[in-house]
């Protein structure tokens, strides 16, 4: 799941996949072989598969009284034994509320809105309070990505409408997305409603992926994974020091791996326990210990739009003042040195004609002499722990060291001679550490065979978001039995009746033995 998702539909034994388009003939909708009645108020003498309660068209702009009445009329018709129920957004806010709050579950709902901010609330409403149900809209072709995104799963069949679903399907990226709410103004304004103004309801549907992403307009900036990563910055990062040193982003990640960074840790004590912080767009700030969790292109121009000023601006204030009487040295070209201009705080050029010339580096160099060290494997790792699980959970007794060569090299991290996680691109966890994480866990009560399945999901924390790496632990004991890769939002695992909760990477115990 990442803002759409994709799977099977079953009814009476007939299966199709989801998402998909509706064909219209008559009274009747096909849905590839299943047949849904079409939503009118009249009765219809057609037989189909999934019946539809019959209810009274309201105009998105009737006069109030008029809505009132009929809103009324259609609260009571709901008690029909049906399947499917048209759902008709008004002007009327609080009509609209009161009839969603009174809507009972059906396995599809048909949505009518023209107003784009009403029919997202309604679409997030409905997800949040029938989760396994389907949505419909009409739609036009360019609508499709920023619907799909936005939870709906039905469209009306047009050949073009089934062109842009096959296309989105085989390219679902946000830059694909981006690019094709670029289209229209409807599209614009629903893709700028998706990802500012519904950020939270839209936000825990979605995953931070690790593969490269394609940043290329300031609508990147306020996508919900971007977003969620300067939050977690702000949140979750603790600075390891008051001494502050500011770096350009660089084209190839890890920074680190690239030419400009390698020459400007030559200018870096070893262990020098500094706190390195990587300016950047959209992200806008990404401390060292976390830069190999991103991994992303934007076209480079040296120009910064105002919007990315402000973010980045706003991220690297919200980390300086957490520490008591900072000392920053910015280590930056000309046009990442306005991201500073107004951060109320004392900042010192180190720059002297460009970052990479001979004085500029020795300049460096000379503020940073009689730097107090500590080890930073265990820095990153720390935060890295930190980042992921909202705590650190290693003990004060850990050692760190690096094991391996080329392509096997790896970190491991131990304590008392127990194996408490292994890095290589990621933190994997032990049996042994595991047993130290209290959060991005999800609780069982049965033999853990496979992957995990929804009904098997007792209890999930709600910070759980697709893609984050999870453990699973039994109810009674809270004893670890597993970790993996979760793919549905912690909230959704104990709503939904069927599907996967999680991919399990590691199992360490049968859930159903006896642990004592």
Not at 98 to 125: G, N, T, V, W
Not at 169 to 185: A, G, H, I, M, R
Not at 214 to 219: C, Q
Request: glycine share 4%.
């Amino acid at each position: 799941m990442d803002g759409y998702r994709t799977g099977t539909f079953t009814w009476n034994g007939k299966k199709v996949p989801i998402p998909n388009l509706v064909t219209v003939k008559g009274d009747v909708l096909y849905l590839e072989d299943i047949t849904i009645e079409r939503p009118t108020l009249y009765e219809k003498n057609v037989r189909t598969d999934l019946k539809t309660v019959s209810l009274l068209r309201i105009p998105y702009i009737v006069p109030k009284d008029i809505a009132l009445k009929f809103t009324t009329a259609n609260l009571e018709f709901l008690h029909q034994k049906a399947h499917a129920c048209p759902v008709y957004i008004t002007k009327y806010r609080k009509l609209t509320k009161k009839f969603l709050s009174q809507l009972p579950c059906y396995d599809l709902f048909f949505l009518f809105c023209p107003e784009e901010r009403r029919l997202l609330s309604a679409i997030f409403d409905i997800k949040k309070k029938y989760p396994q149900s389907l949505l419909f809209t009409e739609a036009q072709p360019e609508e499709i990505p920023i619907f799909l995104n936005a939870g709906i799963d039905l469209f009306n069949y047009t050949k073009e409408n089934a062109a842009a679903l096959q296309q989105f399907l085989k390219t679902p990226t946000k830059e694909y997305l981006e690019k094709e709410c670029n289209s229209t103004v409807k599209t614009k304004r629903l893709l700028k409603l998706l990802y500012r103004e519904f950020y939270t309801e839209n936000e825990q549907y979605t995953a931070f992926k690790r593969k490269k992403e394609l940043y290329i307009s300031n609508d990147s900036l306020y996508r919900p994974e971007v977003e969620r990563f300067r939050q977690k910055i702000r949140e979750r990062y603790t600075p390891p020091s008051n001494i502050f040193v500011l770096f350009p982003c660089s084209a190839k990640k890890p920074y680190s791996a690239s030419k400009s960074h390698r020459l400007f840790k030559t200018a870096i004590p070893k262990n020098a326990c500094i706190t390195e912080l990587v300016l950047t767009s959209p992200l806008g700030v990404v401390p060292r210990e976390l830069e190999d969790y991103v991994n992303y292109d934007i076209p480079v121009t040296g120009h910064w739009s105002h919007e990315e000023t402000k973010e980045a601006a706003l991220l690297l204030h919200s980390i300086l003042q957490k520490v008591k009487d900072p000392i920053i040295y910015a280590h930056l070209p000309k046009e990442y040195q306005k991201i500073c201009e107004d951060l109320p705080f004392h900042i010192i050029n180190t720059v002297v004609d460009t970052p990479l010339s001979k004085k500029s580096l020795h300049t460096l160099s000379s503020y940073l002499q009689g730097t107090p060290k500590s080890p930073f494997l265990e820095r990153k790792m720390r935060a890295l722990s930190t980042f992921l699980f909202d705590e650190d959970i290693f003990p004060e007794s850990m050692t760190v060291r690096r094991k391996g060569k080329g392509r096997f090299k790896k970190i491991v991290i131990e304590s008392d001679n127990d194996l408490l996680a292994v890095y290589t691109t990621d933190l994997s966890l032990t049996e042994h550490g595991t047993s130290l994480a209290t959060n991005y866990t999800i609780s069982i009560d049965f033999d853990l065979k496979g992957d995990l399945f929804c009904p098997g999901v007792i209890t999930a924390d709600p910070a759980i978001r697709p893609g984050d790496q999870v453990i699973i632990k039994v109810i009674n004991g809270n004893t670890p039995v597993g970790t993996g890769t979760a793919v549905l939002p912690g909230f959704l695992m104990t709503k939904m009746e069927k599907g996967i909760a999680v991919k399990v990477k590691k199992r360490f115990h049968h859930a159903g033995e006896n642990h004592s």
